[in-house]
């Protein structure tokens, strides 16, 4: 609208979701001052750079930053809108209790800067329950603030809970396009937060109270975790029983009501497969079926590890091409990869003959330090290694054709080579070549 007065925005958190969030506001027209407790991401980000990997979100970047509508600080700044973008991981005590550090740390820096008429938005993940808690902190910090839920009359500020539902490599696309749900505190929080949202998201918003929300969110994902460990286990199966699970659940599909999702090494991420704890942690009794999908999920990783090591055993001379480290495709996030778990059980046990082979990575991750495993990109691996794990479906990955692998040993927990000789079939290629050489 000509003549309208857009509000300045504070974007906590400049991770995976928080900076590529930041710059679709800033695209809008929007200032938009982004905080993360990192120099370096401050850094960055200021020289109209990124981080972090992400279509199209480099050029993006670069031209807000340019514009002068993005910038970014160590130290909160007053806006007029807050958006609260920070991890929410789970203790890993074995009880796996939602840690809220970061959220509540966050909304006790809002406060310091807090005025009348505010909006605070939580769009991290969280248990049902957490933009509550979040108000409280904020109450406590800011008595002189009449608070949405707490006071009988009109409150100074709103307060609400919009959930992202991305996936990488379309994170741009996605925020602008895809649906939201919007809960407020109170009706008035969620409409104050739906005005800000249709500013820069084409997709539906709806508004509801902030626990639908929160569990909505956390429902999607626990879905999602669900179908997976259905697909994880049966290839479990089909390992025990001599299959191709990748015929089985071809063939299955065929069937018009089923549509069985394709196994991995196991869930990764920050999202699927920690969210769905969030569930058991709140209500343990009630939820069996979630709590045993996150069991076959992790213990696909260990069943992976316990397949991959038999085959390097198999093969003791044999250098061993690990291909991929990321939680999928074609990323460079390796939050709760388990790609990135089996490798590095691997290098620990095997130690120099494990060559690693991520293209998202300029270097390998801390826990590989100390093994002698290899960093290596995929030709010197098809060279040099007689055995391929492959633990992430990368299109480089893909794209290797069959006569550059006919001779190698392989375990594909992808599926991503279909026409790969079994085992019996290599050993009968690799013994014709050193008879006809």
């Known amino acids: ?157 709103s307060i609400a809970y919009c959930p992202e539902r991305v996936l990488p490599g379309r994170i741009l696309e996605e925020l602008t396009n895809n649906d939201r749900s919007i809960g407020g505190i109170t009706p008035r929080c969620a409409r104050k937060a739906l005005a800000f949202y249709k500013r820069f998201v084409r997709g539906t918003c709806i508004t509801t109270d902030a626990k639908s929300a929160e569990m909505t969110k956390l429902v999607e994902n626990a879905y999602r975790d669900v179908n997976i460990a259905f697909a994880n286990e049966l290839s479990i199966i089909s390992d025990a029983m001599g299959l191709d699970v990748w015929e089985v659940i071809k063939l299955a599909n065929r069937h018009p009501r089923v549509n069985i999702l394709t196994p991995g090494p196991g869930v990764g991420g920050h999202c699927i497969a920690v969210d769905p704890w969030f569930i058991v942690a709140a209500a343990p009794e009630q939820s069996p079926l979630i709590r045993t999908a996150r069991g076959v999920n992790d213990g696909k990783i260990h069943h992976v590890i316990a397949q991959a090591a038999a085959l390097v055993e198999a093969n003791p001379h044999a250098k061993v091409a690990c291909l991929g480290l990321a939680f999928k495709a074609n990323i460079d996030d390796f939050r709760e990869s388990p790609a990135r778990l089996v490798a590095a059980t691997l290098a620990r046990r095997f130690g120099d003959r494990i060559h690693v082979v991520e293209p998202h990575a300029a270097e390998l991750p801390r826990e590989f330090e100390g093994t002698g495993a290899v960093h290596t990109d995929i030709d010197s691996a098809l060279e040099d290694c007689a055995v391929m794990i492959v633990l992430v479906d990368h299109d480089v990955f893909k794209s290797v054709p069959l006569a550059e692998r006919a001779t190698k040993q392989v375990y594909d927990t992808r599926g991503i080579w279909p026409d790969q000789p079994r085992a019996e079939a290599v050993a009968a290629v690799v013994e014709d070549l050193r008879k006809a050489g």
């Open 1 to 157: 609208m000509r003549g309208e007065t857009l509000p300045t925005v504070s974007v906590i958190g400049l991770g995976y979701i928080g900076l590529p969030t930041a710059a679709i506001i800033a695209r809008a027209g929007m200032r938009v001052h982004g905080v993360d407790v990192t120099p370096h991401v401050v850094d960055t980000i200021n020289r109209g750079e990124i981080h972090i990997e992400e279509v199209d979100l480099d050029g993006l970047v670069q031209g807000v930053v340019a514009r002068g509508l993005l910038t970014a600080s160590l130290e909160i700044a007053p806006a007029d809108v807050f958006v609260i973008a920070v991890p929410t991981p789970f203790a890993k005590d074995g009880r796996h209790t939602p840690d809220l550090t970061y959220v509540l740390d966050a909304a006790r820096n809002v406060a310091r800067v807090l005025k009348a008429g505010d909006v605070v938005i939580l769009e991290s993940t969280s248990p049902v329950g957490t933009t509550e808690q979040m108000r409280d902190m904020i109450a406590a910090e800011r008595p002189d603030l009449a608070m949405p839920g707490l006071c009988s009359g009109t409150p100074d500020v």
